[in-house]
């Protein structure tokens, strides 16, 4: 199963979204906003994930965070953040075959599902 993690609108989100429709890739989408964010599942992200990858220091939700809690920010108060505003969390997140792909761009979707698209 693959699963794509982000917000509806977001511009990346739906470049990938395009991608893996266009190449015929079965997949279920997760909206934070509407589907909300389990901390079960941020903690398993975060078992193989860096907290620094998934917190997305561009977005606009970041900027408007107190600097007192930017410059002092550390993984448990990430996970914190993450849950009470999911906008934060860098976008898409892609969970397929069990490994996480964080990020989107044509040639690493392409590498990603290089596999099953051959044939």
Not at 13 to 33: P, Q, T, V
Not at 69 to 97: C, F, G, N, T, Y
Request: hydrophobic residues 35%.
């Amino acid at each position: 199963m693959t699963t794509l993690y982000g917000i509806r609108n977001c511009d990346t989100i739906k470049k990938a979204r395009r991608w893996l429709e266009e190449n015929g890739i079965d997949y279920g989408f997760h909206d934070f906003r509407k589907d909300g964010v389990d901390e079960t599942l941020l903690r398993a992200w975060l078992k193989e994930l860096d907290w620094q990858l998934l917190l997305n220091r561009r977005s606009t939700t970041w900027r408007q965070l107190p600097a007192a809690v930017r410059e002092h920010i550390d993984q448990q108060s990430a996970l914190k953040i993450m849950l009470q505003q999911p906008a934060i969390i860098k976008r898409p997140v892609l969970e397929h075959h069990r490994d996480l792909h964080v990020g989107f761009s044509n040639e690493r979707y392409a590498a990603i599902f290089q596999p099953e698209t051959s044939t």
